[in-house]
Every structure is written in C-alpha cells, then in structure tokens.
C-alpha cells in the first residue's frame, strides 16, 4: 500500500482514506523564529497545539520549554483559548469538544464567552493536552481536517472507538497517542 493512501478500517466506513504526506504541516518562518527553542526541545506538534489555543493572543510571553507551557498552564490558562480551539476545531460540534475536554457544556459556552477568565489546573491541562493530540494528528495524518476526521470516526486499533471518545480520561489519551505513533511508525496492529 502506497504511504499516500493508507487506509483506515471502521465499521460504517470500510475504507476512509487519509492523504498521508511525509512532512508535517506547515510552519510559517515567523513561528518557527519564535518558536524555534520549542521546536528544537519538543518538536513541531507543540507549536501547533499553542497556536489552536491562540498562541501570542493569550500567552504573555512566547514558551521556550515544556516547563513554560506547564507554568502557563499551571497559572490559568485564559478561557479565550478554548474560543481559539472551538474554532480551530470547526465543524467539531460543541457538544463533542467539551465531552472530550471532560468540561460540561455549560461550563464550555460561559467559558468560551469569559473574557479576562481563566481556567482550572485540571480545565486547562485537559484542553491543552487535546489541544496537543490534535496537533499531533494533524502532523502524523497531514493536516488538522484529516486528523478531525480520524479523531471523530472509530478507529480498528481502539476496537472500533472513535479516538475523541477515549480523551476525556488519561488512560484513554494513552492509547490514543499510542495508536498515533503506530500509525506515524507504519505499525497497525
């Protein structure tokens, strides 16, 4: 099988096909300047997630390690980065966004419209912990629409579960990164 046209078994969808190129998204030359510590330690993935949170909109200062972005996230993340994500997201229903960030939808719509609010420890390293498995989707399947499809169809390596289910819980993101790196890696079963 050509590596540009893998194909992903579910149970609806018997061969929902993915263009898989061998380089990751692009990174523009500004983000890489001002990211290039980041990307150096941690790799692109980790950009990519802190722009879908709205990157130098809602940080004061541009991260340069992961105990940056742990600090970040440990002071309060600003709630307009889940606005940032939701549209990052799009066409991700609400709904299915704040099931797996374990975030009530109540609680996700006062969020998204608080300005100046921030959220909780376990809110924002629940959002930034999806935010980081998309981005890591979107690197090892192409772009961020291919890797929302994946997350939102049921996946062979999770016994036919959709991905998104599974990140509501730590475990369940295990084996969601755990299945991304076999696919990365060319490894299914």
């Not at 016994?159 to 490894?187: C, H, N, S």
Request: overall charge negative; hydrophobic content about 40%.
């Amino acid at each position: 099988m050509n590596v540009n046209e893998m194909v992903f078994q579910s149970p609806e969808a018997s061969d929902f096909r993915a263009s898989i190129d061998d380089r990751p998204p692009e990174i523009s030359a500004e983000l890489k300047k001002r990211y290039s510590a980041l990307i150096a330690s941690s790799g692109p993935h980790l950009v990519i997630a802190l722009e879908m949170l709205g990157g130098r909109d809602v940080f004061s200062h541009i991260p340069e390690s992961l105990l940056d972005v742990h600090r970040w996230v440990s002071h309060g993340m600003p709630s307009a980065s889940i606005l940032h994500l939701a549209q990052a997201m799009e066409p991700l229903s609400s709904n299915a966004l704040s099931e797996a960030l374990g975030i009530s939808l109540r609680t996700l719509h006062r969020k998204k419209g608080a300005q100046g609010d921030t959220l909780s420890v376990a809110q924002g390293g629940r959002t930034f912990k999806f935010a980081e498995v998309v981005a890591k989707a979107s690197v090892v399947l192409g772009n961020r629409e291919t890797a929302v499809q994946w997350l939102t169809s049921p996946a062979m390596g999770l016994d036919r579960q959709k991905p998104i289910d599974l990140l509501a819980t730590p475990m369940g993101t295990q084996l969601v990164e755990e299945l991304l790196g076999r696919i990365e890696y060319g490894v299914y079963a």
